[in-house]
C-alpha cells in the first residue's frame, strides 16, 4: 500500500535562507508559466500545454542562474502542478460547476515544492553514518531530519512543504507493508456529534476537546492585533506570523486526537460504521439573500464553527487508513433518520427524540440515550451493508 511519511526539518540558517529562495524559484516559474498560458489563449487563441513549457526549461535555465541553480525535475513538478489546475478547470467547465480558473500565487500561497524521485536531485537517508537523519536537496544540501518514525517501503517522491517558520519533508511511499492486527470478533457503530465527539454502539463516549474555541479568545485577540497593522509594515508581517502560527498549533491538536481516537477504535474492533457524512452541505451558511433573506443565521453559523472545529473529516480520513493499514473494515452509512429510529421496535418518527439526549420510542416505551441509539442504528446499517457486499 502506499502510505505518506512527515517529518519536521531541522535546517541551518543558511539552509533556511536556501529553502526559502527555492520555493521563491519555483513560485516564479509557476506564475511565469500560468501568464503564458493565459496570454497566449487571450490573445492568439493557443492552449499552451505541459510538453510545450516542459521544452522551454532548458533555455530558462540556461539563462537564469538564480532558477537554474535548482532541481530540473522538481521545476517539472511545478509545471505538472499547473497543469493539474487547468485539467481540474476544465473538468469543472464541463460539468457546468463554478469553474474556478487557476490563480497567481502569492508568497503566503505557495508552501510546497516536489521531488518526483527519490535520487534525482533528491536523496533521502543521504547521511546513514552520521547518526543522524537527513535528506539532500539540490541547492540546499543535506539537511537534518527529526524522523520520530521508521520509514518503510520505497520511497517514491519526496516534498519540502513550509508551515508558518517551520519545515516539513512528506516521503510519498510505495509497497508499505501492511500491520495487521489480531482479529477481536467486535463490530461497533459510531455517531459523531457536537456534545461529545463521538459516541459508541457499546455507549462509550470521546468528549469533544473544542480545540478552536479553547484558543479562541487567544486567536481573537491576535486578530484584532493584526487588522490594526498597516498593511506592508514589519509590525504586520510579525502578527501575521503569530495568528498563523496559532492556527497551525490548533490544528496539530486537531490532528493528533484524531490519530489517538482512530487508533484507539481500530485497535479495538474488526468493522467500524459510520455516517456518511456531507461537511460541506452541513456547514452551508443560512444566510441567503437579499430577495430570501436567512433565518436564525447566527445560530447557524455558531453551528457550522463547532462542526469544523470538531475536524469529522479530518478524523474519518485518518480512520480509514488507519484500519487499511491494520486489515480492519470501515463501512460508511447513510445516516438519515438514524437518531430517530427505534432500536427495538424499528418505528421512526421525530418525536422519539424528546430532547438532545434523551430518546425515548412512542410506540414501545424504549428509552436510550440519544446518541447511543444512534450508533446502534448506525452499526446496524453497516452489518447489513457489509453481508450485501459479501453476498
Known amino acids: 500500500m502506499r502510505r505518506a511519511y512527515k517529518f519536521l526539518l531541522r535546517p541551518t540558517v543558511k539552509q533556511t535562507q536556501a529553502l526559502t529562495a527555492c520555493l521563491a524559484a519555483h ?18 487563441k493557443v492552449s499552451v500545454r505541459y510538453g510545450d513549457q516542459a521544452a522551454q526549461l532548458k533555455d530558462i535555465r540556461s539563462a537564469r542562474p538564480d532558477i537554474g541553480a535548482w532541481s530540473f525535475s522538481s521545476q517539472q ?10 485539467a481540474a478547470f476544465f473538468r469543472r467547465v464541463k460539468a457546468g460547476l463554478t469553474p474556478g480558473y487557476p490563480r497567481f500565487k502569492g508568497v503566503a ?26 535528506v539532500y536537496l539540490q541547492g540546499i544540501g543535506h539537511v537534518r531530519v527529526h524522523a520520530h518514525r521508521k520509514v518503510e517501503g520505497n520511497v517514491k517522491t519526496i516534498s519540502v512543504k513550509r508551515e508558518g517558520k517551520r519545515w516539513y519533508v512528506v516521503l510519498s511511499c510505495d509497497d508499505v507493508p501492511a500491520k495487521l492486527l489480531a482479529h477481536t470478533g467486535s463490530a461497533v457503530g459510531i455517531d459523531m456529534g457536537i456534545a461529545s465527539f463521538l ?3 457499546d455507549e462509550a463516549q470521546i468528549p469533544n476537546p473544542r480545540h478552536g474555541r479553547r484558543n479562541g479568545d487567544r486567536l481573537a485577540e491576535a486578530q484584532r492585533a493584526l487588522s490594526r497593522c498597516k498593511r506592508g509594515s514589519n509590525r504586520r508581517r510579525k502578527v501575521r506570523e503569530r495568528v498563523a502560527a496559532l492556527h497551525a498549533k490548533v490544528r496539530r491538536q486537531r490532528v493528533d486526537h484524531a490519530h489517538k481516537t482512530a487508533l484507539w477504535l481500530v485497535r479495538h474492533h474488526d468493522l ?3 455516517e456518511d457524512l456531507r461537511i460541506a452541505n452541513m456547514t452551508r451558511s443560512a444566510r441567503g439573500h437579499i430577495d430570501a433573506p436567512g433565518v436564525n443565521v447566527a445560530a447557524k453559523a455558531g453551528l457550522n464553527r463547532s462542526i469544523l472545529d470538531a475536524g469529522w473529516g479530518v478524523f474519518l480520513s485518518i480512520l480509514s487508513a488507519k484500519a487499511e493499514s491494520a486489515g480492519r ?19 421512526c418518527t421525530r418525536e422519539n427524540r424528546t430532547t438532545q439526549a434523551d430518546f425515548v420510542c412512542v410506540a414501545c416505551g424504549y428509552t436510550g440515550h440519544a446518541d447511543v441509539v444512534a450508533a446502534s442504528n448506525i452499526l446496524r446499517a453497516g452489518l447489513a451493508r457489509q453481508a450485501a457486499c459479501a453476498a
Do not use: M
Open 27 to 44: 513560485r516564479e516559474l509557476y506564475n511565469a508559466a500560468l501568464q503564458e498560458r493565459r496570454d497566449a489563449y487571450r490573445k492568439a
Open 77 to 86: 513538478a511545478t509545471l505538472r502542478r499547473l497543469d493539474k489546475a487547468f
Open 109 to 134: 500561497w505557495f508552501d510546497t515544492v516536489i521531488w518526483p524521485k527519490d535520487r534525482d536531485g533528491c536523496r533521502w537517508d543521504s547521511a546513514p553514518d552520521s547518526g543522524q537523519t537527513r
Open 199 to 201: 459516541t459508541t454502539s
Open 272 to 274: 467500524i460504521a459510520h
Open 329 to 347: 473494515t470501515v463501512v460508511a452509512v447513510n445516516p438519515a433518520n438514524t437518531s430517530r429510529t427505534c432500536p427495538a421496535c424499528r418505528h
